[in-house]
Every structure is written in C-alpha cells, then in structure tokens.
C-alpha cells in the first residue's frame, strides 16, 4: 500500500519505520522483515543513502538546536538542497563548535 503514495523512498521508508518501530513481532515475522528489507535493498540501493542524508540533515539542526543556533530560511533551504552527505556531515562537524548557524555552514 505504501508504494501507492506520491513521496520519495526516503519518506515512505521512514514512515514504514515509525509505524512498525512499536510492533514486536514473532521470531519469524522478524526473518521475514530482514529478508524483505534485503531484497528490496538489492532493487532500490539508493534507499539507504536518501535515508542516511535525511539522518544527517536531522542531525544536523539538532545540534544548532541544542546549541541555540537558529537557522534562517534561507539556511533550512540550503541544508535540504544539499545532496552531498559529505557535506552536510561537515556542516555538521563544525556545528559542534560554531559561533552561529553561517559558521556551522561555511
């Protein structure tokens, strides 16, 4: 049902997760899950990194957050157009010590 919906892998993956995380499933169904989660890897490899720089850019304004850096629109619109997770974790890098959120992005 969830491949019927218009959205990107990253965001059907993660809404597949936030529904399932509370469901404690028998040993089987279990198997069964990694199985499926294997092979639809080995269809769609990219999932993995859309969800990884979705984890980054999360992290990333956690930690300005938590630091009390806000960011500007202007700044929110550069993190989601970056699709270089390299990137995004050198922000995130220097977002653990920078003076402000243009710092944490330079």
């Known amino acids: 049902m969830l491949e019927s919906l218009p959205m990107d892998a990253a965001a059907r993956w993660d809404l597949f997760n936030q529904y399932m995380k509370d469901i404690k499933p028998s040993p089987e169904l279990r198997e069964q899950r990694r ?3 294997r ?3 080995k ?4 999932i993995e990194d859309e969800v ?4 980054a850019r999360k992290n990333l304004r956690r930690v300005l957050s938590r630091r009390g850096l806000a ?5 929110e619109a ?8 390299a ?3 050198r922000w995130l890098e220097q977002a653990v010590t920078a003076a402000s959120a243009e710092d ?3």
């Open 35 to 37: 199985w499926l989660g």
């Open 39 to 41: 092979e639809l890897l």
């Open 43 to 46: 269809l769609e490899p990219d």
């Open 52 to 55: 990884a720089l979705r984890e």
């Open 71 to 75: 960011l500007r629109p202007e700044q």
């Open 78 to 85: 550069r993190i989601d157009a970056c699709d270089d997770i």
């Open 87 to 89: 990137n995004v974790e």
């Open 104 to 106: 944490a992005l330079t």
